[in-house]
């Protein structure tokens, strides 16, 4: 199964949809899709949206780890919601939810970050 990536910008956050399977084939690409939205839109929160992510490996661990660090070193914050189970706990397990929030949808992702519908 191969990944699709849904970029969309709600004011002054991106909100970035997942679908299919992150891993080292696609990776490259959600890593370049996403660093592209960050430093030419106008986005200072980044929402991950995992509702229709089925498998991610450490590849997409990684990914997600350097677009965070590209986007606190901007002074934003990234969120994620709606992860399924396995995905949720790959990121226990790697110790992101020490660093990353995790909402139940994207409405209460966007809504943490204080941006006014």
Do not use: P, W
Request: proline share 0%; aromatic share 6%; hydrophobic share 45%.
């Amino acid at each position: 199964m191969s990944l699709q990536v849904e970029l969309e910008q709600h004011r002054n956050v991106l909100i970035v949809r997942l679908k299919g399977e992150l891993d080292h084939h696609s990776a490259d690409v959600v890593r370049f899709k996403m660093e592209d939205a960050i430093l030419r839109g106008r986005c200072d929160h980044v929402v991950l949206s995992l509702k229709d992510l089925q498998f991610m490996d450490s590849s997409g661990l990684g990914v997600i780890l350097g677009r965070y660090k590209l986007v606190k070193s901007r002074g934003g914050k990234m969120v994620v919601c709606d992860a399924h189970a396995s995905v949720k706990r790959l990121f226990e397990l790697s110790g992101l939810f020490k660093i990353l929030s995790l909402y139940e949808t994207e409405r209460t992702a966007i809504a943490s970050l204080e941006v006014v519908s």
